[in-house]
């Protein structure tokens, strides 16, 4: 979708969080680099036009000093966040604002038990499946009188087509390829290349709708025929057939791309009806062109109110539940029955000020609170729950401040981590004012800036981890090593990382483009999603070295870089785009496992954003495809220390740190859980009294 280009001046986000700490917070606040930072409501080809707004700093309020509740709210849940989700079709969702929705509307075949993210039980299939003996199908019965939000009865047709249709609709940017190696073979991440499997333009066709759509007939169908055979309803039970022993299986069908769709009604809404003489209609599609993006339809406990971009998201409980007394909960102690919380409340908020003073008034029950910004809320807290590593719960107590109204659980391990990553051949087409000039003459960059692997390096050199940790998380974090998470197979604490040194960042870029930099400069524009003030602070932190280091060059102060807030559904579609020349973007781990770290990291969803040459691409696919189906431990260990090495010598991406995690909740709520695999809060399982 092709708009505008407008800016809006935005203070320094480090100001903000020092105008606002509380009297009683100590510890030291993040400083303001000399950039300049501004958020960019829209962004697309063409000029850029800007504005400027005043700033309001909310002041910080004493804490209250008694706990006031309204009964009348009991069934109502104010969430205040940030950033919308791209799409609501959970074949083409791949980003944690969509899956935190549909997680809540829509159900698969199994699920998590409770906080357990490596243990699994059934949803919508009766038990959980029966696998054969070489681990090649596995099959599950279907339970029957389950009935869709508008009405329609689940079959295990219905089971079937969902698969089905997610992998024909396939494309790179959506979670297919957690599929496409178990169905259509290791190393395999898009149905386009059983398409093209054969042709020698693969590399160019394979991810291009308009490729497939031309594609011979016989080719077209033979790759349906391919994923339905591998997918097979029979009465009530579906039996899926892998190319290859497939452990994680499982684990990838408890995330909302594993969601049960009524076939029927998204053939009525526009979609796919089955046919595989039509399928290729409907690949690649893009959310904005996806007729399922807005609308919903599935069986979970929470129907889609309405979805009001920018604004809103209001889900009510689904008064048809299946899930009775008679049926059970899904793990002991679990509910049954219709959602205790009959509204959840979703509200876009991206300005921290009026988060925090929601907080603070009991009008929201829990709002997103950035690292930066916890120690304003720690005084807060009246209660703290302390991660336990044996029970995976927590372990709750009264804090000094026993009158507090939020509750604080910390100490968790995280499963997700932010970096900051390169375009190596960024995409000018039409114009990109994101390049500045367009050209390496001091007002710009080229297109393949990135490519070269000094520059890529000086940033890395350039970027303050310690301040990054010490500052943002309060010291809770650990610098990572490589693109795995610590604690995982394959990870490598006493590995290759690189440190905060500014002299050998000079030296680096000194070097880069056959030394023209320190006389030339650049100059070019660095993309968050606006209202995550963590990765604005990564882009400011990074601009404000590089400005340091440049202070002795023949033309001072002449490495610029300027950050920008690009809204959640415009930072994604201009990532997927390659337009952006340095993104701070994260993953959250969708299975937990390392091939789903090396994979879109190195080969698969950012390495296709970033533009990483096919030759490179190809030696990582290597020992990743080698790594993901040894049966050795010590074998895969090796391997992914390799593929770490490879990653550190060529840079691939600034490889921050993992936090561990933090959650502020008002404490009338209760039976929230942390599962570290799983999109968002499960609405369900909440009540407040």
């Known amino acids: 979708m092709k708009r505008s280009f407008l800016l809006v001046a935005l203070a320094l986000v480090a100001l903000l969080v020092a105008a606002c700490a509380s009297p009683a917070a100590t510890p030291e606040t993040v400083q303001p680099p000399a950039v300049q930072t501004v958020v960019v409501t829209q962004i697309v080809e063409g000029e850029v036009t800007t504005n400027t707004v005043e700033v309001v700093v909310t002041a910080t309020a004493a804490p209250v000093e008694e706990v006031t509740f309204n009964a009348d709210d009991t069934t109502v849940y104010n969430i205040q966040t940030f950033g919308d989700p791209e799409t609501l079709d959970p074949a083409l969702n791949y980003e944690s604002a969509g899956a935190g929705i549909i997680q809540q509307v829509y159900e698969g075949l199994v699920t998590y038990n409770r906080e357990k993210a490596d243990e699994y039980v059934p949803q919508l299939a009766e038990a959980m499946p029966e696998i054969s003996e070489d681990g090649l199908t596995y099959t599950f019965t279907i339970r029957e009188g389950i009935t869709f939000h508008e009405g329609g009865e689940l079959t295990a047709e219905d089971v079937a087509y969902s698969f089905q249709?997610?992998?024909?609709?396939?494309?790179?940017?959506?979670?297919?390829?957690?599929?496409?190696?178990?169905f259509l073979g290791v190393g395999v991440y898009d149905i386009s290349e059983v398409v093209f499997a054969d042709d020698p333009d693969l590399g160019t066709k394979a991810g291009d709708p308009t490729a497939v759509q031309a594609a011979d007939p016989a080719l077209l169908a033979a790759a349906c025929e391919k994923v339905q055979s591998a997918i097979v309803a029979d009465?009530?039970?579906?039996t899926f057939t892998l190319a290859n022993a497939w452990a994680p299986l499982i684990s990838t069908m408890a995330g909302g791309w594993g969601s049960i769709q009524d076939k029927e009604w998204v053939a009525e809404n526009g979609g796919w009806d089955g046919d595989c003489a039509t399928w290729q209609n409907f690949y690649g599609i893009a959310s904005e062109n996806d007729p399922f993006t807005s609308i919903t339809n599935g069986t979970g406990p929470y129907v889609l109110e309405r979805w009001t971009p920018g604004e809103e998201i209001v889900l009510t409980a689904n008064e048809n539940y299946w899930r009775t007394e008679d049926v059970g909960p899904a793990w002991e102690g679990g509910p049954v029955g219709v959602a205790a919380l009959g509204t959840i409340n979703i509200t876009n908020v991206e300005?921290?000020?009026?988060?925090?003073?929601?907080?603070?008034?009991?009008?929201?029950?829990?709002?997103?609170?950035?690292?930066?910004?916890?120690?304003?809320?720690?005084?807060?807290?009246?209660?703290?729950?302390?991660?336990?590593?044996?029970?995976?719960?927590y372990d709750c107590a009264a804090s000094d401040n026993a009158a507090g109204t939020l509750r604080l659980y910390r100490g968790a391990p995280t499963t997700s981590r932010t970096d900051l990553m390169f375009t190596w051949n960024i995409n000018a087409e039409g114009g990109?004012?994101?390049?500045?000039?367009?050209?390496?003459?001091?007002?710009?960059i080229s297109p393949d800036f990135f490519s070269d692997v000094n520059v890529r390096r000086g940033f890395a050199y350039c970027f303050d981890y310690d301040t990054y940790i010490a500052d943002v998380f309060n010291g809770e974090a650990v610098q990572n090593v490589g693109p795995i998470i610590p604690g995982m197979l394959g990870y490598n604490a006493d590995g290759p990382k690189y440190t905060y040194d500014p002299d050998k960042c000079a030296e680096e870029l000194a070097t880069a483009w056959g030394g023209t930099l320190p006389e030339t400069g650049f100059r070019f524009q660095a993309a968050y999603n606006s209202g995550n003030s963590t990765r604005q602070i990564v882009a400011e932190i990074i601009a404000s070295s590089l400005d340091s280091v440049s202070s002795a060059n023949p033309t001072p102060n002449n490495y610029q870089v300027e950050v920008i807030g690009l809204p959640w559904a415009n930072f994604l579609r201009n990532q997927r785009e390659s337009r952006l020349p340095v993104f701070i973007s994260g993953w959250a781990e969708d299975i937990h496992d390392p091939h789903n770290w090396v994979q879109p990291f190195l080969v698969g969803t950012y390495a296709a954003r970033m533009g990483i040459p096919d030759e490179l691409k190809a030696e990582f696919q290597e020992k990743?495809?080698?790594?993901?189906?040894?049966?050795?431990?010590?074998?895969?260990?090796?391997?992914?220390?390799?593929?770490?090495?490879?990653?550190?010598?060529?840079?691939?991406?600034?490889?921050?740190?993992?936090?561990?995690?933090?959650?502020?909740?008002?404490?009338?709520?209760?039976?929230?859980?942390?599962?570290?695999?799983?999109?968002?809060?499960?609405y369900y399982s909440i009540s407040k009294q």
Do not use: H
């Open 351 to 393: 300005e921290w000020g009026t988060r925090f003073a929601a907080l603070q008034a009991g009008d929201a029950d829990v709002v997103t609170v950035p690292p930066e910004n916890q120690s304003q809320v720690d005084p807060l807290a009246g209660e703290i729950c302390e991660y336990n590593f044996d029970t995976r719960g």
């Open 432 to 444: 990109n004012p994101l390049l500045g000039s367009g050209a390496l003459d001091g007002s710009g």
């Open 165 to 182: 249709r997610g992998l024909l609709q396939g494309g790179y940017s959506s979670p297919q390829l957690l599929f496409t190696e178990p």
């Open 624 to 682: 990743i495809n080698a790594a993901v189906v040894a049966t050795d431990t010590d074998e895969r260990q090796k391997l992914y220390e390799e593929i770490t090495q490879m990653d550190y010598d060529n840079v691939m991406g600034v490889r921050l740190a993992l936090p561990q995690s933090r959650r502020y909740e008002q404490r009338w709520v209760q039976n929230w859980y942390y599962n570290p695999s799983y999109s968002a809060t499960y």
């Open 235 to 238: 009465g009530n039970t579906v």
